[in-house]
Nanobody
Framework: QVQLVESGGALVQPGGSLRLSCAAS????????MAWYQQAPGKQRELVAA???????NYGDSVKGRFTISRDNAKNTVYLQMNSLKPEDTAVYYC?????????WGQGTQVTVSS
């Protein structure tokens, strides 16, 4: 059974930092591209950051220079380091694992940026 379990979401003040984690099980983690998506109320789910099995990364325009995606293959975990957070970063953040036609999602973790 495939599980992607996100953690680390919280309420944080503007300018603050958070690190999200996504622990994967039931997949051969090293073969999968991993990504983080965000979904704000009333909006479509959007790509935040992605990392391939080889470690190549790409980011959404709104988070470039502020967020960093990384993976620890020994721990089957992908991370999203979020710095200089803004109120517009408020959303549910979802972890995603993709390998060809195989596509899995986590349950999401809430990030709220507010003073």
């Amino acid at each position: 059974q495939v599980q992607l379990v996100e953690s680390g979401g919280a309420l944080v003040q503007p300018g603050g930092s958070l690190r999200l984690s996504c622990a994967a099980s039931g997949i051969t983690f090293t073969r999968y591209s991993m990504a983080w998506y965000q979904q704000a109320p009333g909006k479509q789910r959007e790509l935040v950051a992605a990392i391939t099995s080889g470690g190549s990364t790409n980011y959404g325009d709104s988070v470039k220079g502020r967020f960093t995606i990384s993976r620890d293959n020994a721990k089957n975990t992908v991370y999203l380091q979020m710095n200089s957070l803004k109120p517009e970063d408020t959303a549910v953040y979802y972890c995603n694992a993709v390998l060809g036609h195989l596509n899995y999602w986590g349950q999401g973790t809430q990030v709220t940026v507010s003073s």
